[in-house]
């Protein structure tokens, strides 16, 4: 099984930036799709982007499409999401995920492996 652990978080205004990872260990992320999802207080956790295992280009949430970018750097066994033009309505715990399956899904319940979380917070 692989475990996987986020960092990156934190504060930033209204138009900032922030790069969150997604370092993994056990397994070599080449075998897992990988996502990136995020739940704000008292709301559902919510589809970000992913990435196939098979390769292609990741899949965007309509929320975040121009502004947010998923990347895999294989050598690090790490996933990274760098969030730029961020607004207010990112501030959420962000969460990467992974599964062996071979298609992107935005489903939550469809990835096996959840690492512990990472906050963002942006201020208007």
């Known amino acids: 099984q692989v475990q996987l652990v986020e960092s990156g978080g934190g504060s930033v205004q209204a138009g900032g930036f922030l790069r969150v990872s997604c370092a993994a260990s056990?397994?070599?992320?080449?075998?897992?799709?990988m996502g990136w999802f995020r739940q704000a207080l008292g709301k559902e956790r919510e589809f970000v982007a992913a990435s196939s295992r098979s390769g292609g280009s990741p899949s965007y949430a309509d929320s975040v499409k121009g502004r947010f970018t998923l990347s895999r750097d294989n050598a690090k066994n790490t996933v990274y999401l760098q969030m730029n033009s961020l607004k207010p309505e990112d501030t959420a715990v962000y969460y990467c995920a992974a599964d062996a399956r071979y298609s992107i899904t935005t489903i939550t319940s469809e990835y096996e492996y959840w690492g512990q979380g990472t906050q963002v917070t942006v201020s208007s």
């Open positions: 056990g397994r070599t992320l080449s075998r897992y799709t």
